[in-house]
């Protein structure tokens, strides 16, 4: 009889899927109902006295935990955090693209519209400010 664990002679990694999809379906299943207890929870202790609303079942606090996922992430993976990134990767495209005329045209009307730009706008950041002309003394 083999005393060792099927466990320590390969990694978890090393598994195949039919060990990991019950493990993996399992834990997602115990998280996601924990988090419905601790939505559950909260709801029915401050909504309530705080706005006099009603108390909600586990299975609302669920359908409410769907509905925050649906209207705040929409049906693809991602959320905001990859969203961002793509707009910021889209307009540094963009940028990288215009010539030296569009860009100062560029940054005039967005400076006209929302007062001083990015910080990455200013490509000169190591020259000094130009000085205004200076009239010569009058005698």
Known sequence: MNSESPWSRRGWMHKSGWVKAPVIIVVVAAVVALFSYFVMILWNHLIPDLFH???ITF??????????????HGFSGGGWRGRGRDWKRHWRKKWEAMTPGEREEFKANMQARCGKGPSWWDTSSSAPASTPAQEPPRS
């Open 59 to 72: 299975w609302q606090a669920l359908g409410l935990l769907v509905l925050t996922k649906i209207l705040f």
């Open 53 to 55: 609303g009603p108390l």
